[in-house]
C-alpha cells in the first residue's frame, strides 16, 4: 500500500529513487531462472512466519500464497516492524490510519490493534489482499488477479478500474507497475518446497510464461470440469468422470482439471478454448515435434479412436506439467507415463 494509497501522491521523492534501486536486483531474478510453485515459506525473519502462514491459510483464494506475502512484505518495509512514511504509513506492511480502520485487528491478542504489531499488521495485510483478489476475479479483468489485487492495494482499486488492469509505467512515476513487477519476480526466493517439488523454467515468452503461471499450482488438486481462466474452481460429475470411491468427488474438490489448466496458463494472452479437443483444434496449424519441443507447448494425448482426451503443457527435459486424473494433484511427470505412452498424440505450439 505505498504513497498512493495514502494520499500521498508520490511527492515523497526517496520512493521513485528506492523503488529504482530495487528494480535493479530483483528484476535481474526475473530474467534468470523463475521458479513457482505451491507450499511454505522460506527466508523470512522467524517472528513473522507463523502470522503469515496464518493470513494466508485463512484466505479462500488460493493466490494468496506465503510467498506472496512475503515478498509484499519485503517490498512494502523490508520486514521492519517500526517502518513509517512521511505520508502516514505505518509497520510492516505499511497501513495508513484509514486503511488500518478498516481492516487492522487485534489478531495477536495482546489487547490493542497496532499495525507496528507483527501479528496484527500481517494478519490485516492478508485480510486486505484476500479481498482484493476477489474483486479482482469478479472484475473480469484479463490480467492474473495476483497482479491486480497488488496494484489495488499499491495504488486502490479506483486506479485498476481507470486503466482496466495494472497502472502503466506512465501512471504515479511507474511506482505501481513496478511495485508489482518486483513482488511477482521476487516470488521465488520465499517459496519452500512444498509436496509436488518446484519447477524451474528458463527463458521468457508465451510459452514459458504460460508454463511458469500454471506451475504456481503444482499440488492443487484434480477436479472434472472444475477451474476457469481466474484460477482453481469446484467441478461436476457426468456419470463417467469425477467420482472418487463411489462419490461425487469434483463437485466439492477446488482444482484444475486437464485444459482448464493449459488454459489458465495461457490467458489472457492466448485465449484458448476450454476443453483439451478444442485446444488441439484451435492450435492444430502450428505443430511441433517431439524432437522440438519448446517450454510451455501442448501436447496432447489420443484414444483409438483419435480422440483428445488429455493435453498438458511441456516442462522441458522430456516432462509435462499436467493435471492427471480425479484423485491426483497437478504434478510434473516424464511424458512416456504420464499418459500410456501409446496415446501419445503429438503437440502443438500456441
Known amino acids: 500500500m505505498n504513497t498512493i494509497v495514502k494520499g500521498a501522491l508520490l511527492a515523497v521523492a526517496g520512493v521513485a529513487a528506492l523503488v529504482m534501486v530495487l528494480i535493479a536486483g530483483l528484476l535481474h531474478s526475473a530474467d534468470a531462472d523463475t521458479t513457482d510453485g505451491q507450499g511454505g515459506v522460506q527466508g523470512v525473519p522467524p517472528e513473522y512466519e507463523r502470522w503469515i502462514r496464518q493470513a494466508a491459510a485463512e484466505c479462500p483464494h488460493p493466490e494468496l500464497t506465503p510467498a506472496l506475502m512475503a515478498a509484499q512484505i519485503q517490498q512494502e518495509s523490508g520486514f521492519n516492524a517500526g517502518a513509517g512514511s512521511d505520508a502516514g504509513a505505518q509497520g510492516p506492511a505499511q497501513f495508513v490510519p484509514g486503511t488500518w480502520a478498516t481492516w487492522g485487528r487485534d489478531a495477536d491478542a495482546n489487547g490493542r490493534a497496532d499495525p507496528h504489531d507483527i501479528g496484527d499488521a500481517v494478519v490485516a495485510q492478508g485480510r486486505f489482499m484476500c479481498s482484493l483478489l476477489g474483486t479482482a476475479k469478479e472484475s473480469q479483468l484479463r490480467d492474473d488477479p495476483r497482479r491486480l489485487a497488488l496494484a489495488g492495494y499499491n495504488a486502490g482499486w479506483g486506479a485498476v478500474q481507470r486503466f482496466g488492469g495494472v497502472p502503466p509505467v506512465t501512471f504515479a512515476n511507474g ?58 474452481g469446484t467441478g461436476f460429475c457426468d456419470g463417467t468422470n469425477g467420482y472418487a470411491n463411489g462419490r461425487c468427488a469434483a463437485e466439492s474438490t477446488v482444482g484444475f482439471d486437464c485444459s482448464s489448466l493449459v488454459q489458465y496458463g495461457y490467458w489472457p494472452d492466448v485465449q484458448l478454448p476450454r476443453t483439451a479437443a478444442a485446444q488441439y483444434n484451435a492450435t492444430s496449424d502450428r505443430p511441433v515435434t517431439r524432437g522440438n519441443l519448446e517450454p510451455g507447448d501442448l501436447v496432447f494425448w489420443a484414444d483409438r479412436s483419435g480422440f483428445i482426451y488429455h493435453v498438458g503443457l511441456y516442462a522441458g527435459g522430456d516432462r509435462v506439467l499436467h493435471a492427471p486424473r480425479t484423485g491426483r494433484d497437478v504434478q510434473v511427470q516424464p511424458l512416456d507415463t504420464a499418459m500410456p505412452a501409446a496415446d501419445y498424440h503429438g503437440a502443438t505450439r500456441a
Open 175 to 232: 511506482e505501481t507497475y513496478h511495485y508489482v513487477r518486483i513482488i511477482m519476480a521476487s516470488m521465488g526466493r520465499f517459496e519452500a518446497v512444498g509436496r509436488a517439488g518446484r519447477l524451474s523454467v528458463r527463458g521468457s515468452g508465451r510459452g514459458p510464461d504460460a508454463l511458469r503461471r500454471a506451475a504456481h499450482y503444482i499440488g492443487t488438486p484434480y477436479s472434472y470440469g472444475g477451474g476457469t481462466p481466474n484460477g482453481p
